[in-house]
């Protein structure tokens, strides 16, 4: 008696279509697992992170943002996705040699990330100018991409554009913060500013973790 599969494919066997079906579910199964271990890495870390968080959630200095506040990068910057990016706003005004108030946190987020070692080239270090004065000279060679892996940017022009951006740095009254954002550019910890420069070895501490946890981020 002749099934329908072999009046349907009358040269092929009934056997190699049984032997074509399983190889296709073999097939799947096999790429469902290779997804499920290529994201592994991510699914755990932002699982950890963001719902079990180690230590009973606990950071040594910085403050988990919950849920994570998607930064304006058509406003700001692409150059914001692809790398665990700490962000700090402040007029060129405010920041000059001599001003220690500014100049020392750009310092400490410089050598938070040489402290990272191996890690480091996945973290970037930017300064967000908010205002439209000239940047001081010896602090825009000391602090440039080469030497200290910083990038200048500024506001953009467009009242609209740094309206939003304004808006996204002082949501909960903290733009005057370090901001740390993930790879997909989403604020999900901030170091506090308002009782001066925040302990070194604690921001250190918390950045350390997250890269341990969390394998995302462009080594270049």
């Known amino acids: ?20 079906d399983a190889a296709t579910k073999r097939g799947r199964i096999q790429m469902i697992l290779l997804l499920l271990v290529c994201a592994a890495p991510v699914i755990v870390s932002y699982f950890t992170f963001y719902v079990i968080k180690p230590s009973g959630g606990k950071t040594n200095i910085g403050e988990l943002v919950y849920p994570v ?30 001003q220690d108030a500014c100049v020392s946190l750009l310092y ?13 080239q996945r973290v970037q270090l930017v300064w967000l100018v908010t205002d439209d004065g000239v940047v ?58 308002d009782q001066g420069v925040p302990d070194f070895k604690k921001v250190s501490k918390d950045l350390e973790k997250l890269l341990k946890w969390n394998a995302t981020g462009k080594a270049n």
């Open 1 to 20: 008696m002749i099934n329908k599969e072999e009046e349907l494919n009358p040269l092929i066997p009934a056997s190699s279509g049984q032997g074509i």
């Open 108 to 120: 400490l987020m410089r050598q938070v990330r040489i402290a990272m070692g191996r890690e480091s």
């Open 69 to 98: 506040q998607p930064a304006p990068i058509e406003a700001l910057s692409p150059s914001l996705q692809g790398k665990w990016t700490m962000l700090i706003a402040r007029p060129s005004a405010e920041c000059k040699v001599g």
């Open 136 to 193: 001081d000279s010896e602090l825009e060679k000391a602090y440039d991409k080469e030497v200290a892996g910083f990038t200048i940017l500024r506001l953009p022009k467009e009242l609209k554009q740094r309206e939003q951006i304004k808006q996204w740095l002082d949501a909960d009254g903290s733009g005057s913060a370090i901001h740390l954002l993930d790879p997909r550019a989403d604020r999900m910890m901030r170091f506090k500013t």
